[in-house]
């Protein structure tokens, strides 16, 4: 399957993004769909991610309480709904594809390009 994340932007502290994830490919339905960041000189974080059909998810701490992962597979599509954003959010945010639920990104088979959030005032 073939990511394709978008949606990032420049937004103050306490604002909102929408990141989308586009997935090519029939058979989205079968991958667990993940949200990463990487913010500079760190390594790669979980964020969030959402079982097959969307009735499990699962949150970084960091992020639970602000962020809402979503999918729609009518549409081949995955979301991160991101509020209450702070500085310390600024980071590349990737969408990933997974065949088993997990939150280790090593275990995610497929990437998108990532798309840049950046908190500031």
């Known amino acids: 399957v073939q990511l394709q994340a978008s949606g990032g932007g420049l937004v103050q502290p306490g604002g909102s993004l929408r990141l989308s994830c586009a997935a090519s490919g029939r058979i989205f339905s079968s991958y667990i769909m993940g949200w990463f960041r990487q913010a500079p000189g760190k390594e790669r974080e979980f964020v969030a991610r959402i079982s097959r059909y969307g009735r499990d998810t699962v949150y970084a701490g960091s992020v639970k309480g602000r962020f809402t992962i979503s999918r729609d597979n009518a549409k081949n599509a995955a979301f991160l709904q991101m509020n209450s954003l702070k500085p310390e959010d600024t980071a590349v945010y990737y969408c990933?594809?997974?065949?088993?639920?997990?939150?280790?990104?090593?275990?995610?088979?497929?990437w998108g390009q990532g798309t840049l959030v950046t908190v500031s005032s």
């Open positions: 990933a594809a997974a065949q088993d639920l997990t939150t280790n990104g090593y275990e995610y088979d497929y």
